[in-house]
């Protein structure tokens, strides 16, 4: 139950500081909104293919993702406030609080992505919704747990904005690959077997990727 009120701190924290003036949201916005008014109007929802369409929905929330999520632990070494965090928190708290807030604000950020995509692309015909958004918030939440230990790694580099893409994007690459299949999926209607075998390695490949970030994270926060 400690653990669980720790958690539960730092999560708070994050969102009362993130949404105390609302820059990053509105940044956030602002680049989804602009993406995805840009690549409606490059391309007819009429015309598009099935591949192309679900290319486009992962490459917004790729670069949405490297814009929302790469300041979680970055923000600690701007403001100062760091060592205050690691004084109040352990390792275990600090890390599953971010991750966990990481996913909440991918979370909002995708459905915004997909929700404009769908509306400013609304003759595009897509089989399965419930599929399409699923793999979404499989592949989002895979994309959050790299993005935190990025995040943590780089958050004392001193050329942090381009090292995180460089060092995120070998990490985050199986799970766009594999969402980007299980999205062509989904639109073209396969059978739901198919796509959940995507879908479970997405799922697996995330939780390696925590796991490891987990026992990693306690040497950063030693350093």
């Known amino acids: 139950m400690k653990i669980t009120r720790r ?7 994050e969102f009362l500081t993130e949404f105390k003036n609302f820059s990053s949201a509105a940044s956030v916005f602002l680049f989804v909104l602009t993406s995805v008014i840009i690549v409606s109007y490059s391309v007819s929802s009429k015309n598009i293919s099935d591949e192309v369409f679900a290319g ?29 965090l690691k004084i109040n928190s352990n390792s275990t708290s600090i890390y599953f609080g971010k991750l966990i807030f990481n996913i909440v604000f ?26 399409y958004i699923l793999c979404v918030i499989c592949g989002g939440i895979g994309i959050s747990a790299a993005s935190t230990i990025i995040s943590a790694l780089i958050s004392k580099a001193s050329s942090k904005g381009a090292l995180f893409p460089v060092l995120a994007f070998p990490l985050i690459l199986p799970i766009i690959l594999l969402s980007i299949d299980a999205t062509i999926l989904s639109i073209v209607g ?25 026992i990693l994270f306690d040497f950063i926060f030693k350093e």
């Open 56 to 84: 486009i929905t992962w490459i917004l929330i790729f670069f949405t993702s490297m814009i929302g999520q790469s300041r979680v632990f970055v923000t600690e070494e701007e403001r100062e406030t760091w060592l205050f």
């Open 106 to 131: 991918g979370f909002v950020a995708n459905l915004l992505t997909i929700g404009l995509l769908l509306i400013f692309n609304s003759k595009f015909i897509i089989d399965s919704y419930g599929m």
């Open 190 to 214: 396969a059978v739901p077997e198919r796509i959940y075998s995507d879908l479970g390695v997405i799922i697996a490949y995330t939780g390696a990727v925590v796991t490891a970030s987990y």
């Open 7 to 13: 958690i539960l701190g730092v999560l708070y924290k």
